[in-house]
């Protein structure tokens, strides 16, 4: 079966961050599945690659990312966790000079191409955004023409939770059923997240873990009915 809809965080379309957050943590000697936790308030990796703290649902960082509390909370809750769980105080100013230093506002090519193919073929896109209020600015300017971008603090909804792909398909006015759907998240928790809530043989949803790399390219494609990457 053709799927007709594709829905993507938008870490999809981004350089991979996670390995520079993991470098940074190694850089100043905390543990990296500690780090990711306490700074996205999710496990992008699976714990057999990367062993990390289960992260709480309630944390004000993860409040943020469905719109229930602000960056500036969050900010405090991670100065506050990360001694707890990291062993060290929380420096922010170092965390920013190491953010700098790496790639600016880019796309991965290839990911880009396929939102791209995708919606000139007619397909349904939709973007989603997770994270506060105060990232949205700069989104816009990742997504090709012709997909829709969703916010996470607008829908009340945010990674892991699968709830998160109906909200932003509803959000966006897609009218097919998850049958019809290719899913593309950039944390394993998400894709984990989804096993058991929905099908992913043929004719069902399909769903990927872009955490690494853009190994999901060639099957999306395929799954939309796209020609291959020229």
């Known amino acids: ?3 007709r809809a594709l829905l993507l965080d938008v870490g999809v379309l981004l350089p991979p961050r996670y390995p520079r957050m993991i470098e940074y943590a ?5 543990d990296p599945g500690a780090l990711l936790t306490v700074l996205l308030g999710v496990r992008p990796y699976d714990p057999d690659t990367l062993p990390a703290p289960l992260p709480d649902p309630e944390s004000a960082r993860r409040r943020c990312d469905r719109g229930e509390a602000t ?32 790639p600016g506002l880019a796309v991965r090519l290839d990911a880009a191409r396929v939102v791209r193919d995708a919606a000139r073929s007619g397909c349904d896109v939709v973007v989603i955004a997770t994270g ?12 090709p023409d012709g997909a829709r971008l969703v916010f996470t603090h607008e829908l009340g909804v945010a990674r892991p939770d699968p709830a998160i792909w ?7 006015g897609i009218a097919t059923g998850p049958e019809s759907w290719c ?9 984990d997240a989804l096993r058991g809530t929905v099908s992913g ?6 769903y990927w873990d872009a955490t690494a790399n853009d190994s999901w ?6 799954r939309l009915g796209l020609p291959a990457c020229q």
């Open 1 to 3: 079966m053709t799927a």
């Open 26 to 30: 190694r850089s100043i000697d905390v």
């Open 71 to 102: 960056w500036a909370q969050a900010l405090e809750e991670i100065a506050a966790d990360f001694p707890r769980l990291c062993g060290k105080p929380w420096d922010a100013a170092g965390y920013g000079r190491f953010l700098a230093s790496g």
């Open 132 to 143: 506060p209020a105060e990232f949205a600015a700069g989104m816009p300017v990742l997504v």
């Open 166 to 172: 109906a909200a932003s398909a509803d959000a966006a």
């Open 183 to 191: 899913i593309v998240a950039d944390t394993w928790e998400s894709v």
């Open 201 to 206: 043989q043929p004719g069902g949803t399909a």
């Open 217 to 222: 390219v060639a099957d999306v494609r395929d």
